[in-house]
């Protein structure tokens, strides 16, 4: 089955530091991997995706790595600044289109 | 901010009863899924529509309904509501169906009593 997940629920930064937020998926045959941002009492808003034969690809100030030997894929978020305080959710892209979310890291920026 | 909307913001409803939740779509987007989000976890996908015919269904019983509307506006219904069925709804509107790129609404908060 799919399955999706988070390694650390928590993630605790100074402001200005570099973040990392990890994930683990089960499912080989997904097309796309995608991070979400949701921040409170708001819907969640798409950050950045990657294709499954890639294994980088940068943004504006984040950069998302798929490692396919280990099924992990993390989001790096350069200086993080306090309105990267959020829910990040990554995301794999399964059959029909659906989008299977995993449970979601917090990240709190500390100033 | 997306252009998404949904209503109403909070519902209670009572076990056993029907509740209907409503969604526009962001001007532009014909393609409309519906998400359930329970409390600290991530959104579980219910169904998508796409020119007003279900298109892909997640693993919810029949008793989750929804319709799209010519305007690609959006309904989801619930029937004989359990206390489980407590959670933020979420609808997201997207370009085409296969957009990774999904633009979601505030979501409807139910409490099931």
């Known amino acids: 089955g799919e399955s999706v997940g988070l390694h650390l629920p928590t993630l605790s930064v100074q402001e200005g530091d570099n973040s990392i937020i990890n994930c683990a998926y089960s499912n080989s045959a997904s097309d796309y991997f995608i991070w979400y941002k949701q921040e409170s009492g708001k819907g969640p808003q798409f950050i950045i995706d990657?294709?499954?034969?890639?294994d980088k690809r940068q943004g504006q100030r984040v950069t998302v790595l798929l490692n396919k030997t280990v099924k992990h894929l993390s989001l790096q978020i350069a200086a993080t600044q306090p309105g990267d305080s959020a829910v990040y959710f990554c995301?794999?892209?399964?059959?029909?289109?659906?989008?299977?979310f995993g449970a979601g890291t917090i990240l709190r920026v500390k100033s | 901010e997306t252009g998404v909307t949904q209503s109403p913001t909070h519902l209670i409803k009572t076990r056993g009863q029907q509740v209907t939740l409503r969604c526009s779509s962001q001007s532009g987007h014909n393609t409309v899924s519906w998400y359930q989000q329970a409390l600290g976890q991530g959104p579980q996908f219910i169904f998508q529509?796409?020119?007003?015919?279900?298109?892909g269904r997640g693993n919810f019983p029949p008793r989750f309904s929804g319709l799209q509307f010519p305007n690609y506006s959006s309904e989801l219904n619930v029937n004989a509501l359990e206390l489980d069925d407590s959670a933020l709804y979420l609808c997201?509107?997207?370009?085409?169906?296969?957009?990774?790129?999904?633009?979601f609404g505030p979501g409807t908060r139910l409490t099931v009593t």
């Open positions: 995301a794999e892209k399964g059959y029909g289109n659906k989008l299977v």
């Open positions: 529509y796409y020119r007003e015919e279900e298109n």
């Open positions: 990657i294709r499954s034969n890639m």
């Open positions: 997201a509107s997207s370009i085409w169906t296969g957009a990774n790129e999904q633009y």
